[in-house]
């Protein structure tokens, strides 16, 4: 089946730091998002992307829709406590009139203040 | 305006025991989502509902879990009987468009299985 690889698993960062992260697939995947959970917490969407190379912001995030289609990254900058959570790389598959979003096992994100 | 709701948000349940989560999606919203999220891991698509449809059911072990979406609104899933593996998250989520969609999904926050 379809899976995404996400990297690194983890990361324990210094406030004020940028943080990078990535998704890889197989698979060719029409959008890609990138959702936040917090402990607790259902996921939150951040970012949604829908164009092969295509880059967003939300404030001090930005996102990337790989050329490939089969991969996008996240960057956080200047990271603040509150950027602590699990974040997950989702690719939207669509057969027909349906979709299926597919997520990543997740990155873990620690800030030490 | 209100989001997803889940009930119970805990659950502790013997191996072999029943339990029924219940999800009330947000008003409006066409496309309902089961996902199955184990310790470490990311959320696992279960049963999809487009209205009281179903669209994607095909990673739900069937021999022992059941989804319903009552008159297109409301939803329960049932496990039974459960076994230790069940041990996860259950999370709803709910989307506003019917078809292929945005990949936007509410989530709930989640009710938490354990299965001794």
């Known amino acids: 089946g379809q899976q995404l690889n996400q990297s690194p698993q983890s990361m324990f960062i210094q406030e004020g730091e940028d943080v990078s992260m990535n998704c890889t697939s197989s698979?060719?995947?029409?959008?890609w998002l990138w959702y936040k959970q917090d402990p607790g917490e259902g996921p939150v969407l951040l970012i949604a992307l829908y164009k092969a190379g295509e880059l967003t912001s939300n404030g001090r995030l930005t996102a990337q829709f790989g050329t490939t289609r089969k991969d996008s990254f996240l960057n956080i900058s200047a990271s603040i406590p509150s950027d602590v959570g699990i974040y997950f790389c989702?690719?939207?598959?669509?057969?027909?009139?349906?979709?299926?979003?597919?997520f990543g096992q997740g990155t873990t994100l620690q800030v030490k203040p | 305006e209100a989001g997803v709701a889940q009930s119970p948000r805990y659950k502790i349940i013997e191996k072999r025991q029943s339990v029924a989560f219940w999800c009330n999606p947000i008003?409006?919203?066409?496309?309902l989502y089961w996902y199955q999220q184990i310790l470490g891991q990311g959320p696992k698509l279960l049963i999809q509902f487009q209205n009281n449809g179903v669209v994607d059911d095909s990673q739900l072990p069937k021999d022992r879990f059941s989804a319903e979406r009552l008159k297109g609104v409301d939803s329960t899933l049932k496990i039974q009987p459960a076994k230790l593996e069940d041990s996860a998250v259950y999370l709803c989520?709910?989307?506003?468009?019917?078809?292929?969609?945005?990949?936007?999904?509410?989530f709930g926050e989640g009710s938490r299985l354990t299965v001794l």
């Open positions: 008003s409006g919203h066409a496309t």
């Open positions: 989702a690719g939207l598959s669509r057969s027909g009139n349906t979709g299926k979003l597919i």
């Open positions: 698979s060719i995947f029409n959008t």
């Open positions: 989520a709910s989307s506003r468009l019917a078809g292929a969609g945005t990949g936007e999904l509410f």
